[in-house]
């Protein structure tokens, strides 16, 4: 594990990240999903596709990565170009889960690997609206205490600086970035998916230009159980685009 400091419209973004297969020459980066961080994607594919020099990145504010700012999934992805161009890194293949997916497809990379990504907004449930309109009608009442009940399990524990990014990206009317993509795409997606449902990946999968979709058994982390399949898959695709 090593750390690179990015500075960013001047502030200070410590980034902890691992490389893996250092003598390849074809890169691909490996971006974790909101919450998470970058060993729960090293755990799954870093004993596969050896013809790749994996980036393993803590996005600034995950695992042992800072932030201090209040953020946006294009504030996300600058970051994260800054970091490899200061790496001395062109990249081939950027493949990230969810919110990691997102940031992935602003990198509009050769090839591109979306797992269960976010973007497309799922409409809230009847609780949620319900939760949202209490809170709103508690607020001016002074009962702040009772924030905590009302924030998603995605945001508990979070400084302000990332409860408020949090709410920036889940919020993102983000459909006309997978328009505008011109990376050759491959979708994956957990078929028992409920944070990023299997219509959403047949959304993005219209979206995106030639962008092949395969349905995994699976939750949103059902990569964890299909490595195998998505890097072999991945090895077919990248032979036909001469990435390998």
């Not at 979070?158 to 979708?187: G, R």
């Not at 047949?202 to 998505?230: C, Q």
Request: with cysteine; proline share 5%; charged share 20%.
């Amino acid at each position: 594990m090593a750390i690179k400091e990015i500075y960013y419209k001047e502030a200070s973004f410590k980034l902890s990240y691992e490389i893996v297969n250092p003598q390849a020459q074809k890169v691909i980066l490996i971006l974790h999903g909101w919450g998470s961080n970058k060993e729960i994607m090293k755990q799954s594919f870093g004993t596969r596709l050896p013809q790749y020099k994996h980036l393993y990145v803590d996005m600034p504010g995950f695992g042992k990565s800072s932030n201090t700012q209040i953020l946006s999934t294009q504030d996300y992805a600058n970051i994260l170009q800054s970091f490899v161009t200061t790496l001395g890194i062109e990249v081939s293949i950027a493949m990230g889960h969810s919110f990691g997916g997102k940031v992935s497809t602003l990198l509009n990379p050769p090839c591109l690997v979306l797992l269960s990504s976010s973007g497309v907004l799922v409409p809230k449930v009847i609780l949620v609206h319900f939760k949202i309109a209490l809170f709103k009608l508690l607020k001016p009442l002074g009962l702040h205490k009772i924030q905590q009940l009302f924030v998603s399990p995605d945001a508990k524990g979070m400084s302000h600086e990332m409860y408020e990014t949090f709410k920036n990206v889940v919020n993102e009317e983000f459909e006309q970035h997978f328009i505008d993509n011109t990376s050759k795409a491959l979708c994956f997606w957990g078929k028992a998916d409920t944070a990023t449902p299997l219509w959403s990946g047949e959304k993005i999968a219209s979206l995106l230009e030639n962008a092949p979709l395969y349905p995994l058994e699976g939750d949103h982390f059902f990569f964890v159980k299909h490595p195998d399949f998505i890097a072999e898959t991945l090895i077919t695709h990248c032979k036909e685009l001469d990435l390998c």
